[in-house]
């Protein structure tokens, strides 16, 4: 009797337990649950480290209607977890009713309410490394590709400051960055706060080592000072593979991970180091033909000193598209011509042609920030993506003409 009244008591408690799960579950907000910080501080640390901006949503996790719809809409999607590990540091600052928050979160985030001056939610900030506003967002009809379509507009809005260098959080980070940038990583590992703090004062300070992380190579900071993490034993196992000696903790490695172009032990003097990386880097070469990668052809263009291209296009069925493919940018003349003296960008919408959702998504957000509204349209940009002319529709003229165009337009900026 005894052990039958203790099992039935065992079960409610078990059944209480599970309840409880459930509640925490259903209350807890679903954007903390796919990786997202509650710390102001690491946030900012983070987007310091990484050049990327804060997206911090003030929401009412727990009774917000409209909060609720933006988490299960966008938050929530796997379009929006990919772009967001690629281009945010995502910040939740809730304010819930029925979720009883820690004392110091709760003032946190009440704080920040007051300093950004936010009556409703949800509301969403976009913030640069030191907490100042990019832009702002909110709900908004179209589901996560139309949301961040506009997301992205908003923080190709900021400059880009290139007085600091441009680092990735990960190794997982730095290996698709060189993916989507064809450029090659270099992995700086630190094993105490001392060389850490060197290598931050010293080659992390230097112009040229910083111009080079913005336009020729993916820089990672890798902390092992601990053995038994993550990032340590990530780095333990390139070590391995790539055959690496011992005090070896400057690598270059090859965009595909598989070739190692460099190797230092770090504590060599800045000015030596940085020219056996900048001895070790692919040659920079450029034969005129068109990329898809905007951010890549931005690189290029700094790089090289060049204006770019933009070629907004309807490649496989808007008529005027391919009439300019023929007429124009087929031709020997215009390579030849290209190859020297632009970047050449081809930002696509096709109908038939596959494109990822990512690529999508990138060329919606270039139409959007140059107003484009018309296929073909082409835009002569600098390498920091300002407008120096453009032109909408096809033509006429045929190489020469467009040519003289491009040249005219080159001309009036300087």
Not at 168 to 185: I, N, Y
């Amino acid at each position: 009797m005894m052990k039958g009244c203790v099992m039935r008591k065992l079960g409610i408690f078990v059944a209480i337990l599970l309840l409880a799960a459930v509640v925490l579950t259903v209350n807890r907000p679903a954007s903390a649950a796919a990786g997202w910080l509650t710390s102001y501080d690491d946030a900012v640390a983070q987007a310091e480290a990484t050049g990327k901006p804060i997206l911090a949503d003030f929401t009412g996790s727990d009774w917000c209607g409209w909060c609720k719809k933006l988490d299960k809409e966008v938050f929530s999607t796997s379009a929006f977890k990919e772009w967001a590990g690629e281009n945010v540091i995502l910040l939740v600052l809730d304010f819930p009713r029925s979720k009883v928050l820690p004392a110091k979160l709760k003032k946190q985030n009440q704080k920040l309410r007051k300093k950004y001056g936010v009556t409703g939610y949800p509301t969403i900030l976009f913030l640069d490394e030191k907490g100042g506003v990019i832009g702002k967002s909110g709900y908004r009809r179209g589901g996560a590709e139309a949301w961040i379509v506009n997301a992205q507009n908003i923080i190709d809005q900021r400059p880009v400051d290139e007085t600091k260098p441009r680092l990735m959080s990960s190794l997982d980070a730095a290996g698709k960055a060189a993916k989507e940038t064809k450029r090659p990583v270099l992995i700086v590992a630190t094993d105490s706060a001392d060389k850490a703090k060197t290598v931050k004062e010293g080659l992390f300070a230097d112009a040229d080592f910083i111009k080079l992380t913005h336009t020729r190579l993916v820089a990672v900071h890798m902390d092992i000072s601990d053995t038994d993490d993550a990032e340590a034993k990530r780095f333990a196992k390139v070590v391995s593979k790539l055959h690496v000696d011992k005090e070896s903790r400057v690598l270059l490695v090859s965009r595909n991970g598989k070739k190692l172009l460099m190797q230092a032990t770090g504590d060599e003097e800045t000015g030596k180091l940085l020219a056996s990386l900048q001895e070790s880097l692919p040659e920079l070469t450029y034969d005129g033909k068109w990329t898809e990668d905007y951010e890549q052809a931005k690189a290029l263009a700094a790089a090289l000193e060049l204006p770019m291209l933009l070629d907004f296009s309807g490649s496989d069925w808007c008529p005027p598209c391919i009439k300019m493919e023929k007429d124009v940018f087929s031709k020997k003349a215009f390579h030849k011509y290209a190859a020297k003296n632009l970047v050449l960008v081809l930002v696509d919408f096709p109908r038939r042609k596959p494109q990822s959702a990512q690529r999508k998504q990138r060329n919606q957000a270039l139409a959007q920030k140059y107003g484009v509204r018309a296929y073909p349209t082409m835009i002569v940009v600098d390498a920091e993506g300002k407008e120096l002319g453009k032109m909408i529709g096809y033509v006429a003229g045929g190489t020469t003409g467009f040519i003289s165009k491009v040249k005219g337009f080159v001309a009036a900026a300087k």
